[in-house]
C-alpha cells in the first residue's frame, strides 16, 4: 500500500483509526469476522491448534479485537498480531495485553519472521493485484496460510475501499508451492447482527510437503465448488435413495415371508402328493394366477433386489475414499492397461508403479477387475471409466490426467468426453500401429488421425522412429522419448538364485551345454527360421524359449531336439531361468515393427549381465557395448559365439549392469513427471 493520502494507504488508515473506525462499528466487525471464522473452520485445524503448539499471525489485525477473540479460543499457542498502521498497533497493544502486536508493513521493509499459521481476515479484497500479494504475505507462514474475503462481491458494486472480487474460478487451488485443504463459503447477508450483506468465503493453503502429513480423511475435507457440491449431493441422495429402497425391501421380505411361511405349511402338509412331481404339487398349491404364487414371486424378486444393495454400498463408499485420495494429491493419472494381475509384467505395470512411487495418485483402469482395489495411497485398480466422472469435480482443484496407449481400443468419442471432463490427454506411442500386433486397429487409427484435437498435454514415444513421427505433428516441448526400462533390482544376477533353479531346467542344465535364452512373446515377429538355423548350425547349444504363444505365432517354430519351449512365466521367476542363459538373443523379423520396437526384455538381459544378440532392424538396441548387432543369419550365429565367451568377461557384464541402472523404469517415470511439471 502507499505511504500518501490514497485510499487504503497508511496515512489512510490511520486516519481511519483516529477519527471513525470504532465509531463505526470498526471493532465490532473485527470479532464479527474472527467469530465467523472460527465457525467456517474444519474440525481437523481447530483440533491441530487445540493440541500443538503452533505461532499464530493475524496479518492486517486492525486495533486487534479478532486477534483477542481468536487467542481466547486458542489458548496455549502464541499469537502476534501485525498491522502497518501505528495508530492501530498502539490501540490494540492498550487493550489486548496478552497478545503480541507489531506494527510492520511487510510488503515493504522486509519482514522475516515467520509463523506456522498466517490468517488474514477481509484484507486482500484492499489490493488491485491480491495474488501478488498472497505471493509476499505468504511467505511469513510455514504451514498453513488463512485467508478470509468477501465472495462473490460484485465488481460494480463493490465498496469504495475494495479493488478486488473473489469467486470460485479466480481462486487458484495450487499456488507456487500452496494447495487449498479447505474452502468454505458462507452467506452472511441474514445471519444476526451481521455486519456484512453478502457471502464470506474461509481459504485454507497448506504448503504442499505438508498436505501428505495431514492424513486427512473424505469426511475431514470441505472444499467448495459448484460441480464439487453437485457430485456430493448427488452421491448423498443416492445413498439415501438406497436406504429407503433397502428399507422398503426389509419391509416387503418381511411381509412376504409370513406369507411363504403359510405357503410352506401348505405344502408341507400334502408332501405325499408331491412324492411323483414336486413341480406339479407346487403348482397344485399355488397355481398360476393366485395370490399364493403372486407373493412367492414377489419375495424372490425382493430378495434379489436386497442382494445387489451391498454392491451399491460398496461403490458409494470407493466413490468417497477415492475422493479422498485425489484430495490428498497434486496429480491424478488415470490409464487404461491390460490385466494388472497378469504372469507378465509389461510397461503399463512399471510405470504405473513408478508413477505412483513418486507421488502421484495413480488409477489402473483393468478391464478384468471385478471390484476396485485400493493398492496404496497412490495405486488403485478399478474396472471401468466410472472413477473419471466421480473425480471431474476436482478439475479446478488438481491435475487430472489420463494416459491413454495408443495401441488400447479406446475410441476416439470417449477420449474426447474425457477431455471434456477435465482431463488433460497423455499420449503413450509405444507400438506401431500394426494389426499383427493389436488386432483390429480401427479406434486406434482413428484416434492417431484426430490426435490434435484431444490437445494432448504431452507425447511419450518409446522408440526415435515413432518420436519422429509425432515430431511432425507436434512441438518438440510436447514430446518425450520414453524408451522402455528395467526393475534393475529385481534383474540382479544375485548367487542366491543359484539356490532356486527350476526344476525343468535341471536335466538342460546337466547337459553342461551352453544356454542360448529367449523370453517375451513368441509371436509373429520373432524369426522362426533364423531360431531353427541356429538350432541346426549349433546342435550342442540348448536354445531355451519362454514366453506365451501369442496370436498363434508359435506355429512357425519347427521342434528340434535342442530346442527348450517352456511355455509362459512369472514376471518374478524371470531371474531364476536369466541366471542360466549364457547369452539372451532377440530375434526379430525385418521389417516397422522391429523399427519401432523398444523391447522391455533388452535392459532386463543387460541387468542379469548378459551379451544379447539382436537382429537387424532392432534400432533401440543399437549403441551399447555387448548388445551384438547382426545383419544377417550369418552373421546372428556367429556373434552367439562372440556373445558367449563376452559373458566370461567380468567387465563387460558390469558394463551391461551400468547400463541397466541408467535406463530403469522410475527415471523413466521421473522424466515423466518433470516434464509435466515443465509443461504447466
Not at 502429513?213 to 464439487?228: A, I, R
Not at 494429491?329 to 505395470?349: C, T
Not at 544375485?494 to 533353479?501: E, I, N, W
Request: net charge neutral; charged share 25%; hydrophobic share 40%.
Amino acid at each position: 500500500m502507499s505511504s500518501g493520502n490514497d485510499v487504503n494507504s497508511e496515512n489512510y488508515w490511520d486516519h481511519r483509526f483516529q477519527a471513525d473506525w470504532d465509531s463505526n462499528s470498526g471493532d465490532k466487525q473485527s470479532v464479527f469476522f474472527a467469530t465467523l471464522a472460527l465457525q467456517m473452520l474444519p474440525k481437523w485445524f481447530t483440533r491441530r491448534m487445540k493440541t500443538d503448539a503452533l505461532s499464530f499471525c493475524d496479518w492486517g489485525c486492525a486495533e486487534g479485537d479478532g486477534t483477542a477473540l481468536l487467542a481466547r479460543q486458542f489458548a496455549g499457542n502464541t499469537f502476534t498480531g501485525i498491522d502497518f498502521s501505528d495508530t492501530a498497533i498502539d490501540k490494540a497493544k492498550s487493550r489486548h495485553s496478552k497478545v503480541s502486536f507489531e506494527a510492520v508493513d511487510v510488503l515493504t521493509e522486509g519482514y522475516s519472521k515467520q509463523y506456522d499459521v498466517v490468517f488474514s481476515s477481509n484484507v486482500f479484497e484492499h489490493f488491485h493485484k491480491p495474488w501478488d500479494t498472497f505471493d509476499t504475505v505468504s511467505r511469513l507462514a510455514k504451514q498453513f496460510f488463512i485467508m478470509q474475503v468477501p465472495f462473490n462481491e460484485p465488481p460494480k458494486a463493490r465498496i469504495p475501499e475494495h479493488f478486488a472480487s473473489f469467486s470460485f474460478d479466480g481462486i487458484p487451488f495450487r499456488h507456487d508451492g500452496w494447495s487449498v485443504v479447505h474452502f468454505a463459503v458462507r452467506d452472511t447477508e441474514h445471519l444476526p447482527g451481521t455486519y456484512w450483506a453478502g457471502s464470506q468465503a474461509v481459504v485454507i493453503f497448506a504448503r504442499e510437503e505438508v498436505v501428505p502429513k495431514l492424513g486427512l480423511s473424505f469426511e475431514d475435507v470441505s472444499l467448495y465448488s459448484p460441480e464439487y457440491d453437485a457430485s456430493l449431493r448427488q452421491i448423498d441422495e443416492m445413498k439415501k435413495d438406497w436406504e429407503g429402497e433397502a428399507a422398503h425391501l426389509r419391509e416387503q421380505i418381511s411381509k412376504q415371508k409370513e406369507e411363504l411361511e403359510e405357503n410352506w405349511k401348505l405344502l408341507n402338509s400334502r408332501r405325499w402328493k408331491l412324492a411323483n412331481s414336486l413341480g406339479q404339487g407346487f403348482n397344485r398349491v399355488a397355481p398360476r394366477g393366485t395370490p399364493q404364487r403372486a407373493a412367492i414371486r414377489a419375495g424372490l424378486s425382493a430378495a434379489k433386489a436386497a442382494r445387489g444393495l451391498p454392491t451399491k454400498a460398496r461403490q458409494l463408499s470407493f466413490q468417497r475414499e477415492l475422493v479422498r485420495l485425489a484430495l490428498s494429491h497434486k496429480s491424478i493419472i488415470v490409464h487404461s492397461g491390460m490385466p494388472w494381475d497378469n504372469i507378465m509384467r509389461q510397461r503399463p505395470h512399471h510405470i504405473a508403479e513408478g508413477l505412483a512411487a513418486l507421488g502421484q495418485l495413480f488409477i489402473y483402469v483393468d478391464p478384468m477387475a471385478s471390484e476396485p482395489r485400493i493398492l496404496s495411497e497412490n495405486l488403485v485398480i478399478v474396472g471401468d471409466y466410472n472413477c473419471i466422472k466421480t473425480l471431474s469435480p476436482l478439475k479446478k482443484m488438481r491435475q487430472l490426467y489420463f494416459l491413454s496407449p495408443a495401441g488400447f481400443p479406446t475410441a476416439f468419442s470417449e477420449l474426447d468426453r474425457i477431455k471434456r471432463s477435465g482431463f488433460q490427454i497423455i499420449y503413450e506411442y509405444i507400438d506401431e500401429l500394426d494389426e499383427s500386433i493389436s488386432g483390429d486397429l480401427t479406434k486406434q487409427k482413428e484416434v492417431f488421425k484426430r490426435l490434435p484435437e484431444l490437445e494432448p498435454v504431452l507425447l511419450l514415444a518409446s522408440a526415435k522412429k515413432l518420436y519422429t513421427e509425432l515430431e511432425q505433428r507436434f512441438p518438440k516441448s510436447k514430446i518425450l522419448l520414453s524408451e522402455n526400462g528395467v526393475d534393475a533390482v529385481h534383474f540382479a544376477p544375485v548367487p542366491q538364485l543359484k539356490k532356486h533353479t527350476p526344476e525343468e531346467l535341471k536335466p538342460i542344465l546337466k547337459l553342461g551345454q551352453p544356454i542360448i535364452g529367449y523370453y517375451g512373446a513368441l509371436a509373429q515377429w520373432v524369426d522362426y527360421d533364423l531360431i531353427d538355423k541356429l538350432a541346426r548350425e549349433k546342435p550342442n547349444y540348448q536354445i531355451l524359449l519362454i514366453g506365451i504363444d501369442y496370436n498363434g505365432g508359435l506355429s512357425g517354430l519347427r521342434r528340434r531336439d535342442n530346442i527348450h519351449y517352456l511355455g509362459p512365466r512369472n514376471y518374478q521367476d524371470l531371474p531364476r531361468y536369466s541366471y542360466w542363459f549364457d547369452c539372451a538373443i532377440i530375434p526379430f523379423v525385418e521389417g516397422e515393427i522391429a523399427k519401432s520396437t523398444s523391447p522391455v526384455k533388452l535392459f532386463e538381459y543387460m541387468a542379469m549381465g548378459l551379451p544379447t544378440v539382436c537382429t537387424r532392424d532392432l534400432n533401440e538396441c543399437r549403441g551399447y557395448d555387448g548388445v551384438l548387432m547382426s545383419k544377417d543369419h550369418q552373421a546372428f550365429i556367429k556373434n552367439i559365439d562372440k556373445a558367449i565367451r563376452m559373458k566370461q568377461d567380468k567387465a563387460a557384464r558390469n558394463k551391461l549392469m551400468a547400463y541397466a541402472k541408467a535406463n530403469t523404469w522410475a527415471a523413466r517415470a521421473k522424466a515423466i513427471v518433470n516434464r509435466l511439471e515443465e509443461l504447466r
